[in-house]
């Protein structure tokens, strides 16, 4: 019988960093919280990981540029793969949607979010339950400058408030001696 995955075996993170984290390391606090670790340098040892493991997520701990070859490996690979992104690069936001990651970190030293993020990705789900293709984890303050706030979403203090001394319009009230328009005793035989 032939060395195979047991239902129980922890979820494969595959951790693409194409240099050591001087600060703190991903690797040590995944294993910690139970989960096998896989590291890859290149995107030829990615592209080997792949092929050769079950991987259930990849974090990609890297710059923009090795971010876009990681993602043309991803792409290429057989499956699809969610691809958790750790970056504090300026651009990082604007370029997380064109590169296609399933989430991004913009802290790259809070290992805490970082192993937050991969158990959210990693919890069973039932069966209705699906993911949306881009999950932003996280605050992105320049997303939301210069765009139109949705209706009724501002802050209660930016509303107008009501003069309560104000004289009512009669014609808004059901109570309107203008109108003809009246509610009627429901009889028998209407």
Not at 84 to 89: C, E, P
């Amino acid at each position: 019988m032939g060395r195979g995955k047991l239902a129980t075996d922890p979820p494969i993170v595959l951790l693409f960093a194409t240099s050591l984290r001087t600060g703190a390391d991903y690797e040590s606090a995944l294993r910690e919280r139970g989960y096998e670790v896989l590291r890859a340098a290149s995107t030829r040892s990615l592209e080997r990981w792949l092929r050769d493991a079950k991987v259930a997520l990849v974090v990609l701990d890297c710059g923009t540029n090795d971010s876009e070859r990681a993602i043309r490996v991803l792409n290429s690979a057989a499956g699809s793969v969610p691809r958790l992104w750790v970056s504090s690069s300026p651009d990082a936001p604007a370029q997380s949607g064109r590169l296609g990651v399933t989430a991004l970190l913009i802290d790259p030293d809070d290992v805490v979010a970082v192993v937050a993020s991969v158990a959210r990705f990693l919890a069973p789900r039932g069966p209705v339950e699906r993911s949306h293709p881009f999950l932003a984890d996280g605050t992105n303050p320049a997303r939301t400058i210069g765009r139109p706030r949705p209706r009724g979403t501002g802050p209660i203090a930016a509303r107008p408030k009501r003069d309560e001394h104000a004289e009512r319009d009669p014609s808004t009230s059901w109570d309107d001696p203008t109108s003809d328009w009246k509610l009627r005793a429901k009889t028998n035989g209407d």
